[in-house]
T-cell receptor
Framework: GENVEQHPSTLSVQEGDSAVIKCTYS??????FPWYKQELGKGPQLIID?????GEKKDQRIAVTLNKTAKHFSLHITETQPEDSAVYFC?????????????FGTGTRLQVTL | EAQVTQNPRYLITVTGKKLTVTCSQN?????MSWYRQDPGLGLRQIYY???????DKGDVPEGYKVSRKEKRNFPLILESPSPNQTSLYFC??????????????FGPGTRLTVT
C-alpha cells in the first residue's frame, strides 16, 4: 500500500519567517495531494490541495509544490503568524481514482514564536 | 451550519464493554470514513463507506465494526474494546462529486480510553 513520510515532525519559526514541510510518497499512481491543518482540540481541516497535473498552487500565504518524478510535495507558509501554529498533515490519494483512500503523513507540529 | 458531529466527545470504559461512537453529517455527503489518530502515527483509516449499505475496510479495521443504514449516520462499534484501542477517533465525510472532489470534512473527535 501507499507509504507517506513527512518531515520534520516539529518545526519552530519566528513570526514573519517562512515554514516548509515536506512529504514523500511511494505510489506513482497517486494523483491527489491535500494538506490539512489541525488546531488544538479540533478535527483536521483542509487548507490547500493539488492534483497531479499541476506543479504548484498558491492561496495567499500558503503554497504547495509537487514533484511527481521524485514523488514528493511540500507545503510552504510565508510570513508566518501565531495563528499558523498547529499540526499539519499531508495526505495522498487517488491510486484508485476515488476519495475512498487518503493516506496521511505522521504530522508536523508547527510553532510560530513572537 | 454544515458539520460533522460525533458523540460522545470523551469516553472512558473498561475492557470488553461494548460501545458505539456515533457520527452524523448534515451535508448529504455520500462518503464517510473513520480514522484513529495516535502520536507519531498520524491518522489511519479504520473503515469507510461510499454510500448507504456500502462499507469497506481501511488500514486498521481489526476490532471495529461499522454500519451505514442511513446516508447521514455512520456509527463506529467496538464490540469488545481493548486497551490498544485507546485513541483519538475522527469521523469524516466527503462529497464524491463537487468542485473540491476529495475534500474531507472532519468531526471534532472522540477521545476514547479503555482501561
Amino acid at each position: 500500500g501507499e507509504n507517506v513520510e513527512q518531515h520534520p515532525s516539529t518545526l519552530s519559526v519566528q513570526e514573519g519567517d517562512s515554514a516548509v514541510i515536506k512529504c514523500t510518497y511511494s505510489d506513482s499512481a497517486s494523483n491527489y495531494f491535500p494538506w490539512y491543518k489541525q488546531e488544538l482540540g479540533k478535527g483536521p481541516q483542509l487548507i490547500i490541495d493539488i492534483r497531479s497535473n499541476v506543479g504548484e498552487k498558491k492561496d495567499q500565504r500558503i503554497a504547495v509544490t509537487l514533484n511527481k518524478t521524485a514523488k514528493h510535495f511540500s507545503l510552504h507558509i510565508t510570513e508566518t503568524q501565531p495563528e499558523d501554529s498547529a499540526v499539519y498533515f499531508c495526505a495522498v490519494s487517488g491510486a484508485t481514482g476515488t476519495a475512498s483512500k487518503l493516506t496521511f503523513g505522521t504530522g508536523t507540529r508547527l510553532q510560530v514564536t513572537l | 451550519e454544515a458539520q460533522v458531529t460525533q458523540n460522545p466527545r470523551y469516553l472512558i470504559t473498561v475492557t470488553g464493554k461494548k460501545l458505539t461512537v456515533t457520527c452524523s453529517q448534515n451535508m448529504n455527503h455520500e462518503y464517510m470514513s473513520w480514522y484513529r489518530q495516535d502520536p507519531g502515527l498520524g491518522l489511519r483509516q479504520i473503515y469507510y463507506s461510499m454510500n448507504v449499505e456500502v462499507t469497506d475496510k481501511g488500514d486498521v479495521p481489526e476490532g471495529y465494526k461499522v454500519s451505514r443504514k442511513e446516508k447521514r449516520n455512520f456509527p463506529l462499534i467496538l464490540e469488545s474494546p481493548s486497551p490498544n484501542q485507546t485513541s483519538l477517533y475522527f469521523c469524516a465525510s466527503s462529497p464524491l462529486t463537487s468542485g473540491s472532489q476529495y475534500e474531507q470534512y472532519f468531526g471534532p473527535g472522540t477521545r476514547l480510553t479503555v482501561t
